[in-house]
Nanobody
Framework: QVQLVESGGGLVQAGGSLRLSCAAS????????MGWFRQAPGKEREFVAA????????YYADSLKGRFTISRDNAKNTVYLQVNNLKAEDTALYYC??????????????????WGQGTQVTVFS
C-alpha cells in the first residue's frame, strides 16, 4: 500500500509558475515509479510526467516537454512537478500516482495502482 498526498495547487495568472508536491508513504515506496497526471473538465485524464525514486529516470509527455519538470527528494519521499509559463489550458486537477516500476515508464493511467486526491490548478489571464 502506498499513500499519496498532493499539495501546491492554486489560482495563478497566466505566465506564472507553480510547484506541485506529492508526499508518498507506505511500504517499499522506492520500488514504485511516480507519475503526474491531469484532468481538465470534460476531458480525459492526461499523462504529464513520471520519475523513478532510485535513479531519477524521467519520462515526459511529448506535448508537454519544456514547461514541466518532474523531480524527487528521496529524503522526504516527495515528488515535485514544476510548471512554468502557465497557460489557461493547464487548468486541471493534477494527480500524483504510483506504479511498481519494472524497467520502463508508463503513460497509461490504469497501470498506476495508487492515486492521490488531486490538487487543483486554475490559470487566469
Amino acid at each position: 500500500q502506498v499513500q499519496l498526498v498532493e499539495s501546491g495547487g492554486g489560482l495563478v495568472q497566466a505566465g506564472g509558475s507553480l510547484r506541485l508536491s506529492c508526499a508518498a508513504s507506505g511500504r517499499s515506496v522506492s520500488a514504485y515509479a511516480m507519475g503526474w497526471f491531469r484532468q481538465a473538465p470534460g476531458k480525459e485524464r492526461e499523462f504529464v510526467a513520471a520519475i523513478t525514486w532510485i535513479s531519477g529516470y524521467t519520462y515526459y509527455a511529448d506535448s508537454l516537454k519544456g514547461r514541466f519538470t518532474i523531480s524527487r527528494d528521496n529524503a522526504k519521499n516527495t515528488v515535485y512537478l514544476q510548471v512554468n509559463n502557465l497557460k489557461a489550458e493547464d487548468t486541471a486537477l493534477y494527480y500524483c500516482a504510483a506504479r511498481l516500476y519494472r524497467g520502463a515508464h508508463s503513460n497509461i493511467s490504469h497501470e498506476y495502482a495508487y492515486w492521490g486526491q488531486g490538487t487543483q490548478v486554475t490559470v487566469f489571464s
